[in-house]
């Protein structure tokens, strides 16, 4: 039988791969007998689908603890996409207007996704069983989710994160003193005693060394401050801002509402219900109204900061009406 004829582009593409080869001081007929001998790739192994799907370890045999676990693990690669393209708006050499747009739609839509998914948790558990498989868990908590402060980090200046009333004081304070007077951990923290909840202990013992590192890191280069330094004279500012505002829409009203339907289901009123939590008094932590949490203030009128979201909800109500 004829052997094919090496045809002429084969050739170049060996020549080409011999320069690279030779650029490295590397012998390109050895990695050639690596390729020849080199499995096919296949969709499961380059996916990992035998890792992803072994990684659902309930605590009790409830059928709806899987879709609790399920669910946060969706999130959680949700929030690393997000987070990847934050990385790389803010360390970017050069930044466009066209870029910054493309990059913060792509952060939209993952935060669309997450707050049009909700459901899953609202509706698509039976209370019975969350109510019991969650004492399971307990002091573990979504409050604990550091991918959802690198988020935060990465999109603004430490001072709009820090607790409302103590932002006058700390204008000009350093990192850790503003990281001192988070958001998060007022919430999580006992105003009478001052006493941390332990799920607050366990997750800044883990965390806290790489949160200063993280904020440290976005201090000058944050979405807010990529959008201060590069696109507040920007030909397409308006556009520009109207993109920042929905992001803070979903991110610190939308989402939150979604989640806080949620604790609404499962934890409402009946004492015995509200101890299957991290420990917050989540009734005045967790509605964005009480937070009043923005990564952009400035983007936004005196009005719409003091009644905080609810703009977006009436919005969001007139859609579900009129659809
Ligand atoms: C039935 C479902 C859920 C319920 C009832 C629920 C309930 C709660 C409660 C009560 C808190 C306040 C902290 C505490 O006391 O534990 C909280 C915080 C939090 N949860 Fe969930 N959660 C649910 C699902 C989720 C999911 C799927 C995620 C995704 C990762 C998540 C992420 C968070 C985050 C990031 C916080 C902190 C929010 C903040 O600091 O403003 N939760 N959740």
Redesign the pocket.
């Known amino acids: 039988m004829a052997e094919n004829p090496v045809d002429d582009q084969l050739i170049e593409q060996l020549k080409k791969l011999q320069a690279k080869y030779d650029y490295m001081g590397q012998d390109l007929s050895s990695y050639l007998d690596g390729l020849l001998y080199s499995d096919y790739i296949t969709y499961w192994d380059y996916i990992h689908v035998d890792t992803l799907l072994s990684l659902q370890n309930p605590k009790t045999s409830f059928p709806d603890e899987k879709v ?1 676990i399920m ?2 693990q ?3 690669l949700y ?1 690393k996409l997000i987070l990847l393209e934050i990385e790389q708006i803010c360390f970017r050499n050069e930044i466009d207007e066209k870029f910054f747009l493309e990059r913060l739609d792509r952060i939209i839509r993952y935060f669309k996704s ?1 707050e049009g998914s ?1 459901d ?3 509706e698509g ?1 039976e209370k019975e069983q ?1 109510l019991k498989f ?1 004492m399971a868990l307990l ?1 573990a ?5 550091a ?3 690198l988020i935060e980090f990465g999109s603004t200046e430490l001072i709009n994160l820090v607790t409302e009333k103590e932002r006058d004081v700390l204008k000009n304070a350093d990192i850790p003193a503003m990281l001192e007077k988070i ?2 951990k007022s ?2 923290t006992d105003l009478a005693t001052g006493k941390k ?1 332990l ?1 607050l202990i366990q997750f800044e013992n883990k965390y806290m060394n790489e949160f200063h590192a993280v904020a440290n890191k976005h201090r000058e280069r944050n979405l807010h401050q990529i959008f201060l330094k590069n696109f507040a004279n920007a030909t397409q500012k308006e556009k520009i801002i109207e993109k920042l505002r929905e992001y803070d829409t979903y991110a610190n009203v939308l989402w ?1 509402l979604a ?2 339907k ?2 609404g ?3 409402k009123k009946d004492p015995e219900n509200v101890k ?7 009734h005045k ?2 509605p964005p109204r009480f ?1 009043r ?1 923005m990564f952009f203030p400035e983007l936004w009128s005196e009005q719409e900061k003091s009644e905080w979201g609810l703009a977006a909800v009436k919005k969001n109500i007139t859609n579900e009406i009129t659809h």
């Open positions: 609790f669910y946060h969706i999130t959680e929030f997450l909700f899953v948790m609202v558990m969350f969650r002091p908590s979504g409050f604990q989710s991918q959802y402060r958001y998060w919430g999580a909840t799920t939150p989640h806080l949620s604790a289901r499962y934890l299957a939590t991290g420990g917050t008094n989540w932590y967790l937070q949490r």
